[in-house]
């Protein structure tokens, strides 16, 4: 993959989602009713302005696109979600960060395919995947969409770090169709390859018991559920985006 350098920036207020708390779904079981509930709709927005810094620094564009988990399911508090906490590393280097989150619980790529992509960014974070293997989506069909997502951010950020996040889920779990989610990770990995991204195995975060739970947990977006990340899961995410590449 080409190695690109992004130039670092810092301070935001990052204008978090708010959400109805969706269904408990213990790990490897968030269930199908679930994610086809709530991925309809456009989806929940959030801009920051940078500050902090003179006006004429320059301002790294941060992008997040994805579902429940991007939207903050379920970390404590919205101060440590992993899309806050990757924006407060950013922001460390002293400079403007500016943030827009694209997020909408149980989406899929084909309703990613529908939101508006086309935001000029130097970095783009995407998480999407997982909601098409517990619905169901043919391989085939997820496969064309999810790379159409990545094309259509590609064409508007054509120098940015792209990361594509696999799906939250066992690889070895088998869905209704009888497609392992190890399957759909493949998808991403061709695609985010195709498109000159970084591909992220969330695989290791999800087996680890300590990152998920307990249930009932509280939550900015209610009681937690087995399935989602707790604060150390969020941790653990960031940390992942944060390891290499162009990023500190």
Known sequence: MRMRAV???PLLVLMALTAACGPAQPPGTPGAAFA???GDGPPSESRAEAFGAPPDAPTLRLMF???SVTEGWFASSRSRTYTALVTRSLQASGRRVRVRLLAHPGATAEDAG???LAVASD???VQIATNDWVTGVPLATFDTAYAEVLHRLRLTSATAELI???AWEDPSSVNKIGVSALSYDQGVRSACDAEDGRYIDLSGV???PLD???EGRVTFHGPGDLFHPNDRGHQELASLILADDGLP
């Open 7 to 9: 130039r670092m920036v």
């Open 36 to 38: 086809a509930q709530l």
């Open 65 to 67: 696109v994805g579902a």
């Open 114 to 116: 529908r939101w508006d």
């Open 123 to 125: 970095v783009v974070v």
């Open 164 to 166: 594509c996040f696999g």
């Open 206 to 208: 999800y087996m680890d």
């Open 212 to 214: 998920h739970g307990p």
